[in-house]
């Protein structure tokens, strides 16, 4: 059956009614809905409440259950942007660092295809495709103001101005077709790292970093890629199916495993120390879902608290 619209007081009377959803404060249900929509509410945060079987929620699921999930996960889309964006600053840094090191500072250098490595008809399409963009940001009027200076002043917006105004997918792409060289010192600034590992880690950390840009569903979220298979996964004896690992690969454990890795130690453990925090005020105050329920939803394992206690090699 299509969809078909519902005004907030039909929204409410459906999960009341339909749904088994127990809402005792109308009001403020329907000022929630207001706020956030049905759909990326309900429809968003529901199936962790629900039972299989019948479709509806479970017996004594509240209105407010969902709501404070909701909230949650908003709280780890917040934690979680804040120390992606530490590392999306440090890798700009390091890309516009080491590529104006070996090729000079003029604009024309990072427009030119034969600065990148070319081989391959992907990569040549994927260079062009990116030459193309940063064209467009050095080759009219933008609504940077540091680079409409540098462009007015100059004629030239070097690379450490421009990748200010780059987005992290920009970047990392600019990362994964830089020749090898340049890829190698850059990951060498991260212990037990390779550049390999460096654009598995990167193709990831975009996409999550998006996710909380967006405001989407962060908790339950996995993608198609993989970060690579790290010592931490082992020692934190992950379970396996087959030689796969079951969590810290395509989830938001994945992400925690990332950060280990590319953040240096002092912001890390002020991360995990947020984390704890956040997620024991969270099973604290809600008892409709176990901490073991919460975990496997997002891709945490049990023991994954102690993620500091072992050393990245």
Not at 7 to 23: F, H, M, R, S, V
Not at 116 to 125: D, H, S
Not at 240 to 269: C, H, P
Request: proline share 3%; hydrophobic share 35%; aromatic share 14%.
């Amino acid at each position: 059956m299509p969809k078909i619209f519902l005004n907030y007081d039909q929204q409410i009377e459906k999960l009341k009614k339909e749904k088994n959803l127990q809402i005792d404060d109308v009001a403020y249900a329907k000022e929630v809905l207001r706020q956030t929509s049905y759909y990326s509410l309900i429809g968003g945060y529901k199936d962790i409440f629900k039972n299989p079987t019948t479709k509806k929620y479970k017996d004594g699921t509240r209105f407010e259950d969902i709501v404070e999930l909701y909230y949650f996960d908003e709280s780890l889309r917040q934690l979680f942007l804040r120390y992606l964006i530490k590392v999306e600053n440090e890798i700009k840094s390091q890309v516009s660092y080491y590529f104006t090191e070996k090729n000079g500072e003029n604009q024309k250098e990072y427009l030119d295809a034969s600065n990148y490595n070319y081989a391959g008809k992907k990569n040549q399409r994927d260079i062009n495709r990116l030459i193309k963009i940063l064209e467009g940001y050095v080759t009219k009027p933008t609504d940077y103001h540091y680079i409409n200076h540098a462009q007015r002043k100059y004629g030239n917006v070097p690379l450490w101005v421009l990748t200010n105004a780059l987005t992290f997918g920009n970047i990392s792409k600019m990362y994964m077709l830089l020749p090898q060289d340049l890829q190698s010192k850059i990951s060498r600034n991260y212990s037990c790292i390779n550049e390999s590992q460096m654009i598995s880690i990167l193709t990831v950390m975009v996409k999550f970093r998006n996710v909380c840009a967006h405001g989407e569903r962060l908790f339950t979220y996995r993608t198609t890629d993989s970060i690579p298979d790290f010592p931490i996964h082992r020692k934190l004896n992950i379970a396996q199916k087959g030689t796969q690992y079951m969590y810290g690969k395509n989830d938001l454990f994945s992400i925690v495993i990332a950060l280990r890795y590319l953040l240096n130690e002092g912001w890390y453990k002020e991360f995990i120390k947020e984390l704890k925090m956040l997620i024991d005020k969270y099973l604290k105050k809600h008892d409709s879902i176990s901490e073991r329920e919460l975990y496997e939803k997002m891709g945490f394992p049990e023991n994954w608290r102690k993620i500091t206690r072992y050393r990245k090699l």
